[in-house]
């Protein structure tokens, strides 16, 4: 039975990085590193990169991971394989996110050495562009949400 959330082995120093510098507003501790994994799981999501870990590495004790951040971990398994069967198999579905976050952890490290606040400007955009899609704080799109 599997105790913990692994990553890259070469990632640890760069996530050792995001947190000495504050990129993205990520400090240290437990609860930081799980934003920080997050983050990379959902970037490596969107853009549809997942990349085998080749040497892993421990990073979050799965105990320190919140009921509701294992469901969201389990619905992302879930799309990807199209299968609701990858919950019943733990180490399947784990990895499927270690790979995601594998993925996203390159794709933000890349992200990240273009010029100063350009990465941040883009997710400021795709914030914008889907508040607009979803209609949220207008009338006509308040409608569509259900809270």
């Known amino acids: 039975m599997r105790d913990r959330l692994y990553i890259e082995k070469k990632h640890r120093e760069l996530y050792e990085k995001l947190?000495?510098?504050?990129?993205?507003?990520?400090?240290?501790?437990?609860?930081?590193?799980?934003e920080q994994f997050l983050?990379?799981?959902?970037?490596g999501y969107k853009n549809e990169c997942r990349k085998s870990l080749s040497s892993r590495e421990g990073f979050i004790l799965l105990k320190d991971v919140p009921s509701d951040v294992r469901a969201?971990?389990?619905?992302?398994?879930?799309a990807s394989s199209d299968s609701i069967e990858v919950v019943a198999d733990e180490d399947r579905l784990y990895t499927i996110i270690e790979e995601y976050a594998s993925?996203?952890?390159?794709?933000?490290?890349?992200?990240?050495?273009?010029?100063?606040?350009?990465?941040?400007?883009?997710?400021e955009k795709e914030l914008v562009d889907l508040?607009?899609?979803l209609g949220i704080g207008n009338d006509e799109g308040q409608k569509n949400i259900t809270y």
Not at 39 to 43: D, G, S
């Open 19 to 34: 947190d000495q510098e504050e990129i993205l507003r990520f400090t240290g501790g437990r609860r930081n590193r799980l």
């Open 39 to 43: 983050f990379t799981v959902a970037l």
């Open 72 to 78: 969201l971990l389990s619905a992302v398994a879930i």
């Open 103 to 123: 993925g996203g952890f390159e794709i933000l490290m890349d992200r990240l050495d273009q010029p100063l606040g350009t990465f941040e400007k883009e997710l």
């Open 131 to 133: 508040h607009h899609k």
